[in-house]
């Protein structure tokens, strides 16, 4: 079992540069990842990015490559979400989901955060 709770976010005006925390417990693994997903009203929940729980290593999705940064706190069960440069089309919530690195499928995810709004004003 592992628990997520997600902190961070609120509105933003376009170009800010907030950050989330999601805070993790319970049972977790090097070899597995931390993940953020979005999901924007009327549209499927999509992958942001990840970082192997090790740390070692991250990707995102080509939407926000160059502008979000996921890292590991000192506190390592804490992962954060940098998000630079934001646009009116990032406006959605954003989850942390513990998974297997490696995947973008929300289905292969077992353990989700509660989500946290993050709106974007133009």
């Known amino acids: 079992q592992v628990q997520l709770v997600e902190a961070g976010g609120g509105l933003v005006q376009a170009g800010g540069s907030p950050r989330l925390a999601c805070v993790a417990s319970g049972r977790t693994f090097s070899w597995y990842a931390m993940s953020w997903f979005r999901q924007a009203s009327w549209k499927e929940r999509e992958f942001v990015g990840a970082?192997?729980?090790?740390?070692?290593?991250?990707y995102y999705a080509d939407s926000v490559k160059g502008r979000f940064t996921i890292s590991r706190g000192n506190a390592k069960n804490t992962v954060y979400l940098q998000m630079n440069s934001l646009k009116p089309e990032d406006t959605a919530i954003y989850y942390c989901?513990?998974?297997?690195?490696?995947?973008?499928?929300?289905?292969?995810?077992?353990?989700w955060g509660q989500g946290t709004q993050v709106t974007v004003s133009s």
């Open positions: 989901a513990w998974g297997p690195y490696g995947s973008t499928s929300t289905r292969e995810y077992d353990y």
């Open positions: 970082i192997r729980w090790s740390g070692a290593s991250t």
